[in-house]
């Protein structure tokens, strides 16, 4: 081997399928709904098949949206003119006990029972 070699394999064969121009190769074409691309799929064998299956598959991705590629400013945020005002936030806390049926009535859990009996005898 004196030159250098794009193959990965000494058989000269490309790793992968990535080759350009496998649908128009096997027949296929894109162009239709996903929907009736898989009624073809269905219906075709072979590449042919795989090629409607990829079709679709690539159709029934999100789109991109094009107005994700602008930037958002500190103005575009509301930052800091709307938020100075807002104050802290409150984080809530789960103090029910949720082992207990829902139809029954519910039971703080017993570190939050004794704050708040806590909280109670010192107001007395």
């Known amino acids: 081997m004196s030159a250098i070699s ?19 190769r096997s027949g296929a074409s894109c162009n239709g709904s996903v929907s009736s691309l898989r009624k073809k799929a269905k219906n075709a064998s072979g590449e042919k098949a795989k090629m409607y299956h990829w079709c679709a598959n690539m159709k029934s991705g999100r789109k991109e949206n094009s107005n994700q590629n602008e930037m958002m400013t500190t103005a575009d945020a509301g930052i ?45």
């Not at 794009?6 to 649908?23: A, L, M, Q, T, Y």
């Not at 029910?96 to 107001?123: A, C, G, I, M, W």
């Open 6 to 24: 794009f193959e990965n394999f000494i058989d000269g064969k490309e790793k992968g399928k990535s080759k350009p121009g496998r649908v128009k």
């Open 80 to 124: 800091p003119q709307d938020t100075k005002d807002m104050g802290p936030r409150l984080k809530t806390y789960n103090v029910t006990d949720r082992r207990r049926r829902k139809d029954k009535v519910p039971v703080l859990l017993k570190r939050f029972r004794k704050y708040h009996e806590d909280l109670s005898n010192e107001q007395k």
